[in-house]
């Protein structure tokens, strides 16, 4: 368990994971880096992963600095996202110079500008100065503030993966069904799939190690069914984006252009053996930004639209050498929206602290980024409630709340809401009472449902 003080107690509390993120390719940038079953230093270790190993990035979660990813040969698990890099890393001797058959770490980020060649070119530059303790401060380096100068005027991102569409996603429960009716091995990779794609990776209701949490997590993608649309608002992917997105993400999406800007490390006081401060060269953060702003879109639940423009600035401190304070930038609650009464019940007589922290506005439901002038609104809003059995899909009721943004008769985007209990303590594995604790978001894009992303009531944070 995770301890997090809140009110001058410590209060025992489960935990916490991010909203899903595009699944994307990375490289191991380590000897042997252990991949763990769960996203924390002492969950069990699954497998050890080579210097350079290809794997997917699934998920990351930004509030305990892990990653959750999947390997070559389909092993999933968790590694400290510091490990990862965005293309091969470029081995560096102990002199700091780059092997024979490797390429020139300069050379390499001028042939391809991005920050993970910057990273691997400030490495090299440490390594090089091997006898100066990791405070530092470094010598200056003129290639490396030439490269911060470059990434600050603005790079194009790459376009992210497409959103999962709704039909799809309730074929591959049927196919989940089938296969675990047969034994077949598959079931575990597509269940896996699943639970990321529709969010539902928090509880352990729906684990994909298990014959019954794959039941449930099939049965509730079979259970829900939304109403038919046709082309309304949104024609295009590249006219939406989800609330976790990041400015490279949203920029590869929307086509706009997106920069990195670093704040510099600072002097050091006096200089410690043990360095646990963050930093990479002279370097303390780094912050993205597009170069243009989009809009945000803050929906409410009786359909009112908060609208304010955003370079979607995000600002990530450089621990490198060092870890991370535990739950960095964790709150607990919805990460986009408010919460009812019920699920803050958790917290017992903590409940008023914890809900204090949580900063989403009353009312509020799911947000998103939009290149597109929406219409005044509020957005024209109808709902409907469904009983489910528990066993069968790990809920006992939901609703489903549908909202036509531009006036026109036809939906644009679809929640669901999810009652039963929640993600809860880790040890048993959910809570004690029914709440409303998870959201599906779905998008109209020219007259598909697609999967524009989830929510859910996180309890606590770590482990």
Same mark, same amino acid.
């Given at each position: 368990m995770r301890i997090i003080a809140l009110a001058g107690m410590a209060l025992l509390i489960p935990l916490a994971q991010a909203a899903p993120a595009a699944p994307a390719q990375r490289w191991i940038d380590g000897s042997e880096v252990i991949l763990r079953a769960g996203p924390q230093s002492d969950a069990a270790a699954v497998a050890r992963l080579p210097h350079n190993s290809a794997v997917t990035l699934v998920r990351e979660e930004s509030a305990l600095g892990y990653c959750a990813i999947r390997t070559a040969d389909g092993t999933a698990g968790y590694t400290a996202c510091r490990y990862l890099m965005r293309a091969p890393v470029v081995a560096v001797v102990a002199q700091g110079k780059p092997r024979p058959?490797?390429?020139?770490?300069?050379?390499?980020?001028?042939?391809?500008?991005?920050?993970?060649?910057?990273?691997?070119?400030?490495?090299?530059?440490?390594?090089?100065?091997?006898?100066?303790?990791?405070?530092?401060?470094?010598?200056?380096?003129?290639?490396?503030?030439?490269?911060?100068?470059?990434?600050?005027?603005?790079?194009?991102?790459?376009?992210?993966?497409?959103f999962a569409d709704w039909i799809e996603l309730k074929r591959a429960a049927l196919r989940l069904r089938a296969?675990?009716?047969a034994g077949a091995k598959q079931a575990w990779q597509i269940a896996a799939d699943l639970r990321e794609q529709v969010g539902l990776s928090s509880s352990e209701l729906f684990n994909s190690d298990?014959?019954?949490?794959?039941?449930?997590?099939?049965? !509730?993608?079979?259970?829900? $069914?939304?109403?038919?649309?046709?082309?309304? %608002?949104? @024609?295009?992917? &590249?006219? /939406?984006? #989800?609330?976790a997105s990041t400015a490279e993400q949203a920029g590869g999406r929307f086509g706009i252009k997106f920069r990195q800007q670093?704040?510099?490390?600072?002097?050091?006081?006096? !200089?410690?053996?043990?360095? $646990?401060?963050?930093?990479?060269?002279?370097? %303390?953060? @780094?912050?993205? &930004?597009? /170069?243009? #702003?989009?809009?945000?879109?803050?929906?409410?639940?009786?359909?009112?639209?908060r609208v304010q423009p955003s370079l979607i600035r995000k600002t990530e401190t450089l621990w490198r050498h060092a870890d991370a304070p535990e739950c960095q930038g964790w709150v607990p609650g919805f990460a986009y929206g408010?919460?009812?009464?019920?699920?803050?019940r958790f917290f017992g007589?903590?409940?008023?602290?914890?809900?204090?922290?949580?900063?989403?506005?009353?009312?509020?439901?799911?947000?998103?980024?939009?290149?597109?002038?929406?219409?005044?609104?509020?957005?024209?809003?109808?709902?409907?409630?469904?009983?489910?059995?528990?066993?069968?899909?790990?809920?006992?009721?939901?609703?489903?709340?549908?909202?036509?943004?531009?006036?026109?008769?036809?939906?644009?985007?679809?929640?669901?809401?999810?009652?039963?209990?929640?993600?809860g303590d880790i040890e048993r594995g959910s809570t004690a009472t029914d709440d409303r604790w998870y959201r599906l978001v779905l998008v109209n894009i020219n007259g598909a449902w697609k999967v524009l992303g989830s929510d859910y009531f996180s309890d606590g944070c770590g482990c």
């Amino acid at each position: 368990m995770r301890i997090i003080a809140l009110a001058g107690m410590a209060l025992l509390i489960p935990l916490a994971q991010a909203a899903p993120a595009a699944p994307a390719q990375r490289w191991i940038d380590g000897s042997e880096v252990i991949l763990r079953a769960g996203p924390q230093s002492d969950a069990a270790a699954v497998a050890r992963l080579p210097h350079n190993s290809a794997v997917t990035l699934v998920r990351e979660e930004s509030a305990l600095g892990y990653c959750a990813i999947r390997t070559a040969d389909g092993t999933a698990g968790y590694t400290a996202c510091r490990y990862l890099m965005r293309a091969p890393v470029v081995a560096v001797v102990a002199q700091g110079k780059p092997r024979p058959e490797e390429s020139d770490p300069e050379r390499a980020f001028w042939q391809q500008p991005d920050w993970s060649n910057l990273e691997r070119y400030a490495q090299s530059l440490r390594e090089r100065n091997l006898r100066i303790k990791q405070q530092g401060p470094f010598p200056r380096s003129e290639a490396l503030e030439k490269m911060k100068v470059r990434l600050a005027l603005g790079m194009d991102a790459a376009k992210p993966a497409p959103f999962a569409d709704w039909i799809e996603l309730k074929r591959a429960a049927l196919r989940l069904r089938a296969h675990d009716k047969a034994g077949a091995k598959q079931a575990w990779q597509i269940a896996a799939d699943l639970r990321e794609q529709v969010g539902l990776s928090s509880s352990e209701l729906f684990n994909s190690d298990e014959a019954a949490g794959r039941r449930r997590l099939s049965g !509730v993608i079979g259970a829900l $069914e939304f109403s038919a649309v046709t082309p309304s %608002l949104l @024609r295009s992917e &590249a006219q /939406v984006a #989800p609330p976790a997105s990041t400015a490279e993400q949203a920029g590869g999406r929307f086509g706009i252009k997106f920069r990195q800007q670093v704040k510099p490390r600072p002097k050091p006081a006096q !200089v410690n053996e043990d360095d $646990e401060s963050p930093g990479l060269y002279d370097m %303390l953060s @780094r912050t993205d &930004a597009l /170069v243009r #702003p989009v809009q945000r879109v803050q929906l409410d639940r009786d359909g009112a639209l908060r609208v304010q423009p955003s370079l979607i600035r995000k600002t990530e401190t450089l621990w490198r050498h060092a870890d991370a304070p535990e739950c960095q930038g964790w709150v607990p609650g919805f990460a986009y929206g408010a919460a009812d009464a019920g699920p803050w019940r958790f917290f017992g007589k903590l409940a008023a602290a914890n809900k204090k922290a949580n900063t989403q506005p009353p009312g509020s439901l799911f947000a998103f980024y939009t290149t597109l002038d929406l219409p005044p609104g509020p957005a024209k809003v109808s709902e409907t409630h469904m009983t489910l059995e528990r066993a069968g899909t790990g809920f006992v009721k939901g609703t489903h709340l549908y909202y036509d943004l531009d006036a026109d008769g036809m939906a644009d985007l679809a929640i669901w809401e999810g009652e039963g209990k929640g993600p809860g303590d880790i040890e048993r594995g959910s809570t004690a009472t029914d709440d409303r604790w998870y959201r599906l978001v779905l998008v109209n894009i020219n007259g598909a449902w697609k999967v524009l992303g989830s929510d859910y009531f996180s309890d606590g944070c770590g482990c």
